[in-house]
């Protein structure tokens, strides 16, 4: 294998519209800055993505702090995210409260575009919304992804994927952060335990299963006819679901925690268990982390940043 490098870094500021290519993005506990920081929600406050409304994929978005800008029709209108307007969302059953709102008339012009009553969410910083423990282990949050802060996948995946399918497979359809560069083995990512990008080191904890998102043309946000049998026959494992790319976390020892007793030393970074996807053959990673608190924050002395072009380190 090669030097590794990263190739790829996006990230995706409202849930299930359309990302943005970075050059370089600040990381912390949450995953990329700014990374599904925004979520919509129906009159019900449950989360709405492509999967129900492909039209979302055709939203541009730009972040900056708690304001977002949206463009979808050739129209543009500026988000404000109101801390006196709280909102409980719920994402794939989790719910997660003192959520803010924004002006109505965003949501009314959202609401008239997509054809369907939305909310825009979004998530501060002193939301919580806890990563499975029974993967990752105590002491993990995300925002509005599916589960994990940060999905991994590896360019030679994506080229082996192309080659079966008898063209190039745009790699929007997966919605990767990290796209990792570099010979290694078609599906590599499936064994790494860990990826070291700079100064930034992620722990690999559960394979990504996949839903009906990759057969959505990014351009047309139709679906593409046989794409989710084909990769079904490519990657379905024994429990029945299909894998592609690795759900990852930043390492413990790289996030200090508001109410920190344990030292790092004493958190068992090595203890590993089995999964379903595991026993399907795809790596799983549990950490054992005992009572360590939930709230984290990222270390405000040395911000975490990765860059185009970094040497990456696996294990």
Not at 108 to 129: E, T
Not at 201 to 214: A, E, G, T
Not at 278 to 290: F, P, Q, R, S
Request: charged share 20%.
């Amino acid at each position: 294998m090669s030097d590794l490098f990263l190739k790829s870094i996006s990230h995706y500021p409202l849930k299930s519209a359309q990302g943005l290519s970075l050059t370089a993005a600040h990381v912390n506990p949450l995953g990329l800055e700014q990374d599904r920081r925004w979520v919509l929600v129906d009159e019900h406050d449950k989360f709405i993505s492509q999967r129900s409304c492909a039209a979302m994929g055709g939203i541009h978005v730009v972040a900056e702090e708690q304001r977002l800008t949206l463009t979808f029709n050739g129209q543009t209108h500026i988000a404000y995210a109101n801390s006196n307007d709280r909102i409980t969302a719920t994402v794939w059953g989790d719910t997660v409260a003192d959520c803010w709102g924004v002006q109505h008339e965003v949501n009314q012009w959202l609401s008239a575009s997509l054809g369907l009553a939305v909310k825009l969410v979004y998530f501060p910083d002193h939301a919580i919304r806890q990563v499975d423990v029974v993967y990752a282990g105590e002491g993990y949050r995300t925002a509005f992804s599916d589960g994990y802060p940060v999905l991994v996948i590896s360019q030679s995946s994506l080229d082996e994927l192309g080659r079966l399918w008898g063209a190039p497979i745009d790699p929007r359809r997966f919605r990767a952060n990290l796209i990792i560069g570099g010979e290694c083995e078609p599906f590599a990512e499936d064994q790494w335990r860990q990826v070291t990008v700079g100064d930034v080191i992620f722990d690999l904890v559960k394979p990504c299963s996949r839903c009906v998102i990759p057969s959505l043309d990014p351009e047309t946000h139709q679906q593409t006819d046989g794409f989710l049998r084909f990769l079904a026959s490519v990657r379905r494992k024994a429990d029945g679901k299909t894998y592609l790319g690795q759900n990852a976390v930043l390492a413990r020892h790289q996030i200090v925690d508001r109410k920190n007793i344990a030292k790092p030393e004493n958190i068992g970074m090595e203890s590993h268990g089995q999964s379903i996807a595991e026993n399907a053959g795809l790596l799983h990673t549990k950490k054992e982390y005992g009572n360590a608190p939930l709230e984290s924050e990222h270390r405000e002395h040395a911000k975490l940043t990765v860059r185009l072009g970094q040497i990456v380190q696996v294990r």
